[in-house]
């Protein structure tokens, strides 16, 4: 999403794309090409690919597996991916070959890909057509696989297309990343049977069984234009348990319906339900509201920053404060400075628990086993943290007082 978003927001970025879509793509890959490119042990490789498959445990009727691999095999998303690897280093090669590094530029092609879904931007539809696809057909071809024909096309970045789950398009020249539309139907319908199966449950189960869903839709849309999306989703929602609660007390009317499940507690009516926790001591469980979600945008990692090599130890763990959530890391901070008595672990000297610029430390780096667990961690001045990389001073954690 970021990288699409560097390719084609600026004014003189990327305007077309191809949006293409691999014909049965777990179903096709072609097993001569694996064994003969996936670096592994071939015989292990070769009789988990041709083992069969046994549907419904009909052990009479095992099926033959001479091409493609099942999914949600626990290998099978791994060897998908290696089966596309080199899709974008192979295209920049070919197109340079064909129109030399400065023209290749100005084509603006760029292929972004995750897992198997894959587009292509192109300055013109004349080079995605005749020099991009052509190119991208052979490269399937020799894995087993197809575009399909009826869902790969290309469109214009002012028309907008759709990949994992949002909408890429241009508004009066300004690029909005939104929640798709088809994206927001199927994640409704998985509310919808949620609340419709949870008649005879306790209402805080349901809750907590709707909040799981909320959460994580939440945070994988909170890095786009997403706040209209999730207002509206909460409005729905909103109305489809007034229905719930309608029909599990078939002689209340709405507003009884209303008054007994949605509690002012907080200051805003919100859906609840009191319930005990393990100690016996009551408490109130409020259901998630989308609306809340705070919009952060993804923060890219570099294209060569490798997380085993010690040189990027200090990228690896000022990206990971950065991505981490602000109340999480100042939880963490805190707790860390305690722990050192407000003291850097370095130089000994005060650091100030407002400090935005202490820097986290990994005392074992995680690229040689160390965790991200707190006893492996100590906080230090930004300047110290660099000492300790550059002259590989060995930190150690100190005793709490």
């Not at 033959?64 to 099942?70: A, C, I």
């Not at 241009?170 to 909005?176: R, S, T």
């Not at 209402?203 to 994988?220: P, S």
């Amino acid at each position: 999403m970021s990288q699409l978003f560097n390719v084609l927001s600026g004014a003189n970025g990327a305007q077309w794309i191809l949006d293409a879509d691999i014909k049965g793509f777990f179903d096709n890959i072609n097993h001569d090409w694996l064994l003969a490119n996936v670096h592994m042990n071939k015989r292990v490789l070769r009789t988990w690919l041709r083992s069969g498959v046994v549907d419904k445990r009909q052990l009479w009727a095992l099926q033959k597996t001479e091409k493609g691999t099942p999914q949600g095999g626990v290998i099978s998303p791994l060897l998908a991916n290696l089966t596309l690897d080199g899709l974008e280093r192979g295209l920049k090669e070919h197109l340079v070959a064909l129109h030399g590094v400065a023209k290749t530029r100005k084509l603006k092609v760029h292929l972004v890909r995750y897992a198997d879904d894959f587009v292509i931007t192109g300055a013109s539809p004349e080079v995605l057509n005749d020099t991009v696809m052509p190119w991208v057909t052979s490269f399937l071809t020799d894995r087993g696989l197809t575009l399909n024909a009826t869902k790969t096309k290309v469109v214009h970045v002012d028309e907008g297309f759709d990949f994992l789950g949002w909408n890429f398009r241009k508004y009066g020249g300004k690029l909005l990343i939104k929640p798709s539309r088809k994206n927001v139907k199927a994640f409704y319908r998985k509310l919808e049977e949620e609340v419709t199966s949870s008649l005879h449950l306790h209402t805080d189960v349901m809750i907590l069984n709707l909040n799981r869903k909320l959460r994580g839709w939440a945070e994988y849309h909170k890095g786009v234009v997403a706040k209209q999306a999730f207002t509206k989703m909460d409005h729905r929602l909103y109305w489809r348990l007034m229905r719930w609660g309608l029909r599990r007390h078939p002689r209340w009317d709405k507003h009884k319906v209303f008054r007994h499940y949605w509690t002012d507690a907080s200051g805003r009516f919100e859906f609840s339900a009191d319930t005990v926790d393990r100690s016996g001591d009551k408490l109130t469980i409020r259901l998630y509201r989308l609306a809340d979600t705070k919009i952060v945008r993804h923060k890219k990692v570099r294209e060569e920053y490798n997380p085993y090599d010690p040189a990027w130890e200090v990228y690896g763990e000022e990206l990971r404060v950065n991505r981490m959530a602000a109340s999480l890391w100042d939880t963490q901070r805190a707790s860390l400075w305690l722990d050192q008595g407000g003291l850097c672990a370095h130089c000994g000297t005060a650091i100030e628990i407002d400090d935005r610029d202490m820097h986290d430390h990994h005392i074992i780096p995680l690229g040689l086993g160390g965790t991200n667990a707190l006893s492996n961690r100590v906080l230090l001045h930004t300047v110290c943290h660099r000492q300790v990389h550059i002259l590989g001073v060995m930190v150690t954690k100190p005793a709490r007082v």
